[in-house]
T-cell receptor
Framework: GAVVSQHPSWVICKSGTSVKIECRSL??????MFWYRQFPKQSLMLMAT?????????EQGVEKDKFLINHASLTLSTLTVTSAHPEDSSFYIC???????????FGPGTRLTVT | TQLLEQSPQFLSIQEGENLTVYCNSS?????LQWYRQEPGEGPVLLVT?????EVKKLKRLTFQFGDARKDSSLHITAAQPGDTGLYLC?????????????FGKGTLLTVNP
């Protein structure tokens, strides 16, 4: 149980284009999902908290107009990187809050490379 | 801002050796999680500790939560190459209605055969 998937697992896009990443909870409902980014050999940095049916809450320094989050159902949250630039290249990971709210289950991540 | 300091940052040992990884903070956490992450994959939850002084065992892994809930340790007995990975501790910050995780920088463990 508590499986989270992400799609795509990796994507290469050109500078200036937009990329959408999906995060799904496969066998449970997740009112809350979280989006992180991770640079090589570094830890996870929380970008935003996504609540089903409401606007996402962004961490300080994260541009909400650049990283669009939509959490339209209890099993799906999407992150759209708009007008991507090479500095947006990173490993993006989502997580879903479990039944015990203090536990999070992570997806396998999406490797984004912007050329 | 709550910070978690992990040590050591890197650890390379031989198969069969024991090791301990530390996670320290000046802040109190309502709970603390340990994750293991392999390259190109998401973190996998190993354990959650919630009570000060709590000790949990998972096969060869022993996790301890400090009495004051500010620190934790992970001890691995007789390490195996399959234990290789990035070990992350994360504290739960029960702010508002969501439980945010604050991650340490991780300990990169390499177990050589």
């Amino acid at each position: 149980g508590a499986v989270v998937s992400q799609h795509p697992s990796w994507v290469i896009c050109k500078s200036g284009t937009s990329v959408k990443i999906e995060c799904r909870s496969l066998d449970f409902q997740a009112t809350t999902m979280f989006w992180y980014r991770q640079f090589p050999k570094q830890s996870l940095m929380l970008m935003a908290t996504s609540n089903e049916g409401s606007k996402a809450t962004y961490e300080q320094g994260v541009e909400k107009d650049k990283f669009l989050i939509n959490h339209a159902s209890l099993t799906l949250s999407t992150l759209t990187v708009t007008s991507a630039h090479p500095e947006d290249s990173s490993f993006y990971i989502c997580s879903a809050e479990g039944v015990d709210s203090y536990e999070q289950y992570f997806g396998p991540g999406t490797r984004l490379t912007v050329t | 801002t709550q910070l978690l300091e992990q040590s050591p940052q890197f650890l390379s040992i031989q198969e069969g050796e024991n090791l301990t990884v530390y996670c320290n903070s000046s802040s109190v956490f309502s709970s603390l999680q340990w994750y293991r992450q392999e390259p190109g994959e998401g973190p996998v939850l190993l354990v959650t500790v919630v009570t000060g002084g709590e000790v949990k065992k998972l096969k060869r892994l022993t996790f301890q939560f400090g009495d004051a809930r500010k620190d934790s340790s992970l001890h691995i007995t007789a390490a195996q190459p399959g234990d290789t990975g990035l070990y992350l501790c994360a504290g739960t910050n029960s702010g508002g209605s969501n439980y945010k995780l604050t991650f340490g920088k991780g300990t990169l463990l390499t177990v050589n055969p």
